[in-house]
């Protein structure tokens, strides 16, 4: 007999851990508190329920990253995408579903499988001393009395509550002729030179125009259960710090102290937009300080105004939302595990992805590691050329931690943390199309290439 895994929290991420579980003859008990208990976003008790759009986004795997993802996961036998193209519904180049039918189908899947135990019950406190392996996929809504259990092993800095997140631009995108690499006072930091930060600077009458478009801005509204929350002077949308005063901004995030020019050596810009390395490969870079809750076409127009991005391409956009997740790359090993408490395995949207279709793929590699675990196997992980492989080094490791201040912030799959390719692609005779979009096909193949060569190695006996 082998014994079971637990799996707390039966959302995307933990539906598929449970399912990947049973398909590889493990037992799993999924604990799920709903309907007994709600969270402020679930309207069901239905496992894998979406609280928002019924849209899993592009599906096209040839230049789109999440329909990559798709085509990963229906190739690694995912219920998920399963249960998601048996009730898709016409949207385009879209993966959209029947909500109900989506989840009902994932219930009765998981409800009816010999291996799997669904029990409708909250884990209120850190789970039994006598469950040796657990896979905790509670999400961004996680019950308090769990997250609190959870900040008690990792340290309350480590666990945060809102997403703050700031736009990331492909490094490719910036204008180097108009900017430039500097630290400010040319300080080099723990993990870096003195050249770590591409500026962008702005003049008066830039700045004054900047200001005038963010606070002219349309701007998403907080929900009700959002807006009750205490986190809000700790990190001020810059939009709302425009609003408190003109120079705000000026002597806050865009303040021009400690860099110069070299491209206008003795003028001083009167601001200066700051951005931060943020993947390891050194592909995508965020603005620093830019948290911002204007609606995404309006932070793509004025963000563009800044000069050096006037051709940005951002791989994220800027936003504020509750969310409750790890400092991932710091807590957790290359297999999702906690490292200081390696009973507990940590998948979906709570290990710092963000989006459905990512929280359902970490909750398949979660559920394959602990099944191999369990089963005495040894997995390695996916390539980080593949679309699972590069989300799980996004959430392990793959992210720069070198600041003081936790700067680690959930991300939906993007083609910006895949390595590069050892060459530019050609295109083909007589295709039609960009070097950008020969670039993502070549990505892609390069990946599903990878990806069947790492399902088909499977398992190795650990004892090997
Ligand atoms: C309001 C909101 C809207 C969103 N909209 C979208 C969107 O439109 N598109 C998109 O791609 N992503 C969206 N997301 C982001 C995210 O992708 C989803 O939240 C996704 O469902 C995350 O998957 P998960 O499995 O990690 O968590 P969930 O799907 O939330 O699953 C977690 C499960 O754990 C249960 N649970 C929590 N605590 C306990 C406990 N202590 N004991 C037992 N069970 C527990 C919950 O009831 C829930 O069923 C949204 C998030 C929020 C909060």
Redesign the pocket.
Known sequence: MVKEVHV?????????AAWQLAMAGVPAVL????PL??????QTGA???????N???SDDWTSNAVGLLHEEMRRAGSLVLDAGDQHKLPAGGALAVDRDGFAGEVTRRLEGHPLVHVAR????GLPPADWDSVIV???????P??AKAIQSLTGEAELAFFDAIAPIVHRETIDMSVCWLQSRYDKAGPGGGSADYINCPLDQAQYDAFIDALIAGEKTAF?EWEASTPYFEGCLPIEVMAERGRETLAHGPMKPVGLSNPHRPGVRPHAIVQLRQDNALGTLWNMVGFQTKLKHAEQVRIFRTIPGLEQAEFARLGGL???TFLNSPVLLDASLRLKAHQRLRF?????G????????G??LLAGRFAAAERLGESLSPPPPTTALGALLAHITGGHLSNEAVRSFQPM?VNFGLFPPLAAQPKRAKGERGSRTLARKHALASRALADLDRWLKRGTSIAAE
């Open positions: 707390i929290g039966g959302g995307l991420a933990g539906s598929e604990h799920e508190m709903r208990r709600k969270t402020e976003a679930h496992l894998a329920e979406l609280v928002c759009s849209s899993f986004r019950e909250e884990i209120d996929a509670t999400g961004p809504l996680t019950s009395s769990l929900k939302h509750r969310n998948a979906g949207q709570i290990t992805v963000e989006g459905y279709v990512e929280s359902a970490i909750g939906n």
